[in-house]
Nanobody, 114 residues
């Protein structure tokens, strides 16, 4: 059984920072993985991704503020979020393109107060 589990969410004031983790278990790795988020009443939005080479890409809305990294074992992916604003409030999900539909974590809530 493959599983992705996000953690690290919480409540933070505007301008603050959080680091999210996505831990993979089973026959799955985060060598190629992505972060998404979904705010209340909005569609799920791509935040960024890391590819096997280690290169990362980000959406324009988070570029320069968020950083994706992963451990050497390729079992945990991180999302370092700095300069948070209330617009970053959302449930954050990690995703691995494994199989036909990919694998999602259950999400972790990030709330940024003004």
């Amino acid at each position: 059984q493959v599983q992705l589990v996000e953690s690290g969410g919480g409540l933070v004031q505007a301008g603050g920072s959080l680091r999210l983790s996505c831990t993979a278990s089973g026959r799955i790795s985060v060598s190629h993985a992505a972060w998404y988020r979904q705010a209340p009443g909005k569609q799920r939005e791509w935040v960024g991704r890391v590819i096997p080479s280690g290169s990362t890409e980000y959406s324009d809305s988070v570029k320069g503020r968020f950083t994706i990294s992963r451990d050497k074992r390729m079992s945990t992916m991180y999302l370092q979020m700095n300069g948070l604003t209330p617009e970053d409030t959302a449930v954050y999900y990690c995703y691995v393109p494994l199989g036909n539909t990919g694998t999602w974590g259950q999400g972790t809530q990030v709330t940024v107060s003004s």
